[in-house]
């Protein structure tokens, strides 16, 4: 009997150890095997690793689908060291296309973890490797050189910025300062201080000049408070008090729209607000008092934000600020204010639920903002001051009525409140709610219709479609068609619109919207070959061009590298046998082509953009002729980039393409850029070049 208790207990044991050790092992790192992929829910909190064995100068994708999480993959050498940062934004769906090379033998680690700050509680995603191979001459050169290109990179920064002096418009040297100086803060904060000096004395030497009566007075303000905004969200990290002072210094130009709405003073409360949210982590008491200070001037939703960020880090001082707003709130006229009225909506939902505890960013509880009784006099405040509102004799838009309906719809969605704090108002509510949004019998039966488009079964939707008024129909078979392709019947949506379109004009745009939206539906799913070959038929030539800018930087996760490069080329072959743009959209399109080839095939990217750069030079010298004949392209000889022309257009996305090819041949691209004559443009993208080599490589940078 002592036998038989001895090897049960023995064995209870020993099943209990190896349950531990397979928890363990589930808990730990997974082996990623070529052609297994792996599918697992991931939650916020959580990290998965994996784990494959390389040889040396091996190369290998692997694919990170994200099926509603939005997730950052981080690659490990096998001494521990992280490689690379792979996060390109595209939300929480699409692919996370992650490459490594291996230094040396051994056994390689990939961790996949939510990105910071993610809001949704779980979704899924699934990993598989692409290929494993030998790694290019290119790509292995690329993957030892990390610290070289960075030198590179900024030697290229600090001889760049001994150019700036020869740019005239101040401006244009302005934005270039602060954008040299964010790169130089971590490896020279002494240079990068001048260069903030120096940008500050721009900006004050370009405010100086704006003259309120010119006729583009509203642009100069624009810029002015544009470069302001640039300047204090690089200074404020490193010196608040001197973006502060730079802040109130340049507080001069009158806002063009005047008071009315988001006036001058509102701006300018949410720049120094925008100051204060970014030293609230390191310093919340002077963000504290920041945000106190522009409460005294005025009312601005962005002292919320001030508030989240201190709720984690000082309880204590969150909870005066909002008692401060709350005070400020109960003694505003909602109706005249608009920002106040905002401000006051905002807040009673983040103030929601006065009492007990309220979860903080830092997923830990902390007191509640207001207490019952503040809540309560805010709540009741709103809620009279929504029933104050009058309709004016003709049903015309005024800006009390829509501060109205902005109160009114908060409250909608704190109806529990309402029942609670004022429920012998509740009736009242109801009749004001009625007749400040009043009855649309057509909105109403239009939003019927729409929701059987939406939910109910495609003949049942026709169906209904079939017995709406005469003015509704198009746009509601429109509206069918556009699901039927989205869920994969493009034929039958095509008969729809053959069949209830009655306007050539509109059935023929109708039927190239629907084309558009399967070629990007076939992308999507990562199905290249079929999205190519329905492109191929598109015309003309310059939407076929649009389109293909769009789609060009999904040909290549989830493919191998020789077949990434084989649709690359067909891409390209869609385009024309020419070597330069026949267009603008073309121009795009070769230069997006171009950044593609630049993570596959070097050779055949600048093969692609060279020729760009000297039309680009042709272009510029025609502009500079035709400058003030129907279109602004130089002011003061240097390019406008603001405007939206297309010299300038083309001159940002020069910029980002060459910038990216400097990942993959440092000097071929710097050469290339050298031949660009106007010195502006060639500024632009040495720091563009300096961006991309100085700043950590990560999966979006060759794009």
Partial sequence: MRESLYTALSLLLLNSLLGVQFANAQAGSSSLQPGTPIERTLAAGQSHSYTISLEQDQFMRLLVDQRGIDVVVRAFSPGGRQLREFDTPNGANGPEDVTVIAETAGVYRIDVSPLSGYENPSGRYEIKIVEIRQATD?????????????????????????????????????????????????????????LMEQAIESIKEFIADVDSNDLDYYESFEIAMQLRNQLIEALGPHDPEMALNFLRSTRTLANPEGAQFRGQGDRELQLE????????????????????????????TSLLTILQQLRPKDPELAAKLAHDIAAKLMNERLLKNLEAAYLASSFLHVARSPAGTQPGGDGASHPGLLSEDEYRDLFQKVLSEALSYSMPGFNAYTPERNVAQNLLSTLKQLSGDLQRYAPERAAAFEKKWLEINGLDPQGEARQRFQSTINSGTPDAALESIAQAPREMKEQLYLQMANRLAREGDVARARQIIADHITNPMQRQQAVRSLDQQVIYGAMAKAKVEEALRMLSTVRPVSERAQILTQIVSQIGPGLKSSAAIAYLQQARSMLGPSAQAEDQQQMYALLAIGRAFAKHDSTRA???????????????????????????????????????NPI?????????????????????AKSLVDRIHSVDVRIDIYLAMAQQTIGPNKAEDIQ
């Fill in 606 to 644: 600048f093969e692609i953009v060279e020729p760009l750069v000297d039309q680009f030079n042709d272009l510029s010298a025609a502009a500079t002729t035709l400058n003030g004949f129907g279109q602004k392209y130089y002011q003061d000889g240097e390019l406008i980039t603001i405007n939206g």
């Fill in 138 to 194: 290119q790509e292995l050169h690329a993957g030892k050189n990390q610290e070289e290109l960075k030198a590179k990179g900024l030697a290229l920064l600090i001889e760049t910025t001994q150019s700036f002096p020869e740019l005239r418009r101040p401006q244009t040297r302005a934005g270039f300062q602060i954008q040299a100086a964010q790169l130089l803060w971590n490896s020279d904060e002494k240079r990068a201080s001048k």
């Fill in 273 to 300: 607000l925008s100051l204060a949210g970014q030293i609230a982590a390191k310093d919340p008491k002077r963000a504290f008092q920041m945000a106190e200070d522009t409460l005294k001037r005025g009312s601005s």
């Fill in 648 to 668: 300038g257009e083309t001159a940002k996305q020069l910029s980002t393409t060459l910038g990216s090819l400097a990942l993959v041949n440092f000097e071929r």
